[in-house]
């Protein structure tokens, strides 16, 4: 199980020795909801728990079960280069074109990266100023009580508490007021080909948050979504550009936004709360289906507490936001700024306080 | 299959509850075990409802903690009775001038509110049922001191001492999923996903459920709200919403769907604005064909 995947910890397996006398052995079905429920498998993970299952104890038709992909394989075709002053992100070898949709080819995937023109130094530098905005952007107060000094409601236990001392004379009210709660964001960036130029500000934005906050997902889209929050690991930049590029499928490519946001929706719903900022990082030219995407949007406005969405192109004043995808996207938003370099990150936060 | 699982399944479905095996096998290794069982589900899948039907078949008593954004402590397992004990001290004070025996005085069991998570510990007519209700509603720091208490059944209040259970409860957690339950205490529990029901079983729900109500219009009922199901909607329609909706057409002596019976009740089984606007006379009339067929 572990190797496709569902996280299976040895209290799991315990638990699962504990429950198996319990259930008749005779039974295959019982033995099977019987290890569902004790090893904790989530229902996203049924479908693989039960092809494991039945290739393990045989009976059913086999299904092959695809291995897990290892990322770093499958894009043999790009290699990532240290200059000794930047990284660079070169073609290998020729490698066959796969399609013939011009947003989706291979060959846009050969195309040189902005990051090559960053160095390791200015993306520290630019790390700790977007630190401080990452941190405005996020923070909120909590709806829990902890004692403060200063002005509050009156906390009656401790109020009562100190009253001892002074044969239950409350000469000192004790207070609570709404903590400052940790935030949690998500950031979702665009790495399709239109978004090239400016994917080095977004990425040096998910360390940033990475690096503020302790709750961040991030995720990277394009005509599909991947989840990379694993690879934007505070302090080990070089390794992440480079998994980064290698783990995410059609880099460079074209984009279906709608498609990508509708499946964060669905699979990801435990990711966006009330305390959660989601941050959409796109030029909103989308490939896709508008429809799809206005139904994401709605469903993200609704369960975050903030959306908001960081266009490159809106730092051209000749911009409006007319291409489709935007439109049906703009009702929900609620902060549009461009993001296309720092300033315009620092207006959006002053904007927000 | 194992009889002890049979029984418990059996005796729910007396009790109005039908589960599939699968539930009844959470259940009985939940019990066994000695472990909290973490339920999860869409809403109105009956989450809340497994936990009240455990204590009906283990005939003992629901405790219920209902979990929302800044539950804290204090409110979950006890609270002082300030009140009571200011009174308290102002009448010993002409008499006790000890401050220890003042302190005995004020903070005994009596004046101890208990909350939710106390009563279940100290509860000494046998082990109750704990529902834990929409654990996601909770912050993160609550399920940290929820794990302390789960782990030990036993809860520490400084004036007092270490109260112990005497009775290892049976804890039930709920989870709308809104949030994610930390891993640790996902570890502790059991799992238990309880998806829609099949057709059968929300016929079976039904007829349960609702006194009056004839095997044909219950299948009826059940084909329609299934379809419902179906169709790409905001707020799915649980079993709680084709149970409130099979009770109004009872009661408004409705036996049959047709297009006019449905879009007066329709706002029992769909609870959003934009999937009653999108659930149109058209949409109707075809989910009304496919509840007919067969």
């Known amino acids: 199980m572990r190797e496709h995947g569902i996280r299976v910890s040895l209290s799991d397996e315990i638990d699962a020795a504990a429950a198996l006398p319990l259930v008749d052995l005779f039974d295959r079905s019982e033995v099977r909801t019987g290890l569902r429920i004790a090893l904790k498998v989530p229902h996203e993970a049924w479908a693989m728990f039960d092809r494991l299952f039945d290739e393990y104890w045989g009976g059913a038709p086999e299904v092959p079960i695809p291995p897990a992909s290892n990322p770093t394989e499958r894009r043999g075709a790009l290699q990532w280069r240290w200059d000794g002053t930047r990284v660079r992100l070169e073609a290998q070898s020729e490698q066959p074109s796969g399609g013939d949709v011009p947003g989706y080819s291979p060959e846009q995937l050969l195309r040189r990266k902005p990051f090559d023109r960053i160095s390791e130094k200015e993306l520290k530098n630019i790390e700790r100023l977007l630190t401080r ?48 709660e940790e935030p949690r964001v998500v950031l979702l960036f665009d790495t399709s080909g239109s978004m090239d130029p400016h994917t080095r500000f977004h990425l040096a934005f998910a360390f940033a948050l990475r690096r503020a906050i302790r709750r961040v997902e991030v995720f990277a889209f394009n005509t599909t979504l991947t989840r990379v929050s694993r690879d934007i690991a505070p302090g080990r930049i070089l390794r992440s550009l480079e998994e ?110 | 299959m194992n009889e002890e699982i049979r029984a418990l399944q059996a005796a729910m479905e ?84 000890d401050p220890k025996a003042l302190e005995e005085l004020i903070f005994g069991r009596e004046y101890l509110l208990e909350r939710p998570l106390l009563r279940a510990i100290t509860r000494s007519a046998g082990a109750p049922v704990l529902l834990i209700d929409e654990l996601d509603r909770a912050d993160d720091g609550f399920e940290a001191f929820l794990l302390e208490v789960l782990s030990d059944f036993q809860v520490t209040v400084p004036e007092l001492g270490t109260i112990k259970a005497e009775h290892t409860p049976y804890v039930v957690l709920t989870s709308n999923r809104t949030r994610e339950i930390g891993d640790a205490l996902r570890r502790r529990c059991l799992y238990l996903y309880i998806e829609h029901p099949s057709l059968d079983k929300e016929v079976r729900i039904l007829r349960g459920r609702v006194p009056g109500l004839d095997e044909h219009f219950a299948r009826t009922i059940a084909r329609f709200v299934q379809a419902l199901r179906l169709r790409e909607l905001r707020k799915l329609p649980g079993v709680a919403e084709s149970i409130d909706w099979a009770r109004a057409l009872v009661r408004l002596h409705l036996d049959r769907l047709d297009e006019e019976s449905v879009r007066v009740t329709l706002g029992c089984l769909l609870k959003d604005e934009q999937d009653l606007k999108e659930t149109d006379e058209q949409v109707v009339a075809e989910l009304l064909t496919r509840a007919a067929a067969n």
């Open chain 2, 14 to 97: 007396r009790d109005g509850y039908v589960a599939e095996r699968s539930i009844a096998t959470a259940v009985y290794l939940a019990k066994e075990l000695s472990k909290p069982l973490l339920v999860e589900g869409d809403a109105g899948v009956g989450k809340t409802e497994l936990a009240k039907v455990i204590s009906r078949v283990l005939e003992t008593e629901l405790i219920r903690l209902q979990c929302y954004e800044g539950l804290d402590a204090n409110t979950a397992l006890y609270e002082w009775n300030y009140q009571r004990q200011l009174l308290r001290l102002r009448i010993a004070e002409r008499e006790v001038h």
């Open chain 1, 244 to 353: 980064l590029a290698a783990s995410v499928p059609d880099w460079s490519g074209g984009t279906r936004i709608g498609q990508c946001l509708a499946q964060f929706v669905s699979a990801y719903p435990h990711l966006v709360g009330r305390d959660t900022t989601v941050v959409i990082v796109s030029d909103g030219l989308d490939l896709g289906d508008t429809a799809l995407l206005a139904g994401a949007m709605r469903a993200l406005h609704e369960r975050a507490r903030r959306l908001i969405w960081l266009n490159p192109l809106l730092g051209d004043v000749r911009y409006e936001p007319t291409a489709a995808g935007m439109r049906a996207a703009l009702p929900y938003v609620d902060h549009l700024a461009p993001g296309h370099d720092l300033e315009s990150l620092e207006r959006l936060a002053r904007l927000m306080n």
């Open chain 1, 133 to 180: 905005l990452a941190r405005r952007l996020a923070t909120r107060r909590s709806r829990r009580l902890v004692p403060t000094s200063s002005r509050g409601l009156v906390d009656l236990r401790r109020s009562f508490r100190s009253a001892l001392g002074s044969h239950g004379e409350m000469l000192r009210l004790a207070r609570r007021a709404r903590a400052l």
